[in-house]
């Protein structure tokens, strides 16, 4: 069933998947895959370190 509070968090997600495509569509052209696998493996790792601290600090 959907509910309007689904509603509410899934609009913004799929506004920002099309934002996200619409930049994507505009830098890949610009960017060679190894400078974009650099970006993405530093940013999961960050995520990564930024996940592990907040669990272990129990927030």
């Known amino acids: 069933m959907l509910l ?3 509603l509410l968090l ?3 997600g799929i506004a ?3 934002i ?3 930049i994507g569509s505009r830098v890949v052209d610009r960017i060679r895959a190894d400078q974009f696998r ?3 493996y530093a940013f999961l790792g ?3 370190v930024l996940t592990c601290i907040t669990g ?3 927030r």
């Open 56 to 58: 272990l600090s129990g």
């Open 16 to 18: 920002g998947q099309f």
């Open 20 to 22: 996200g495509m619409a």
């Open 4 to 6: 309007p509070s689904t």
């Open 38 to 40: 650099l970006f993405v």
């Open 46 to 48: 960050i995520a990564g």
């Open 10 to 12: 899934a609009v913004p």
